[in-house]
């Protein structure tokens, strides 16, 4: 009989526990207040438009913290959220779409702006209900490099051996020219400088003698 009295006071308290908890949760979600996040995601170009694309496409706040799912017009809805900022991602296997990030105040004011990873201090605000639009197709593989002939052109092994040859083939062309081989020759009579001869270097060195000028002969006309 005891046994019983212990077994019937134990449930008793147990019960008692669970209500007392229950209680408590209920006063906690009446104290936080509870938004919708709500907006609209367009499907690519009619030409590239997929089949069933709405049940294909999911959306999700925080990495899958709260998710919501697109109707047959492409709008979505996500209930039950709580004040906080949010960052909605758009989840296709076929085209990426920008995500956005979503601010709730206590006061249940809603403001939409750009993610940016680099400049997070940028604010560049976006239209609220949203307006999701995709940016292009996801690439899961690069393309393999093509062959061109630029390739084999700007390749410094082909520039090595062509150039030799352009100038073998050009120059003696621009030398038979008249003008060309005057002005050549008058250039090198501008850069043309009588060197001292060795013998009268070293002279000046072991001696401290200067070198002698040579006498420039002018012809005197008759």
Known sequence: MSRFIALFLSFILLAKEQCLALDTSLEDDSDTARYVVEGRVFPPDPPFTPA?????????????????????????VIHNVPSGSYVLEVLNSDYMYEPVRVEINSKGKFRARKVNHIQTSQVIQVSYPLKLKP?????????????????????????????????????????????????????????????????????????????????VKTKKRQ
């Open 52 to 76: 069933n694309w709405q049940s294909n496409t999911n959306l999700q706040l925080n990495g899958g913290e709260y998710l919501g799912f697109i109707k047959e017009d492409g709008s979505f």
């Open 135 to 215: 940016m292009g197709r996801h690439r899961y593989f690069q393309v393999r490099e093509q062959w061109r002939v630029t390739d084999f052109l700007v390749n410094p092994m082909i520039l090595m051996m062509v150039l030799p040859l352009l100038l073998i083939m050009v120059l003696p062309k621009m030398m038979s020219d008249p003008e060309t081989k005057k002005e050549m020759e008058q250039f090198s009579s501008l850069t043309k400088f009588e060197m001292p001869e060795m013998s009268e270097i070293m002279t000046s060195l072991f001696t401290g003698q200067q070198p002698a000028k040579k006498s």
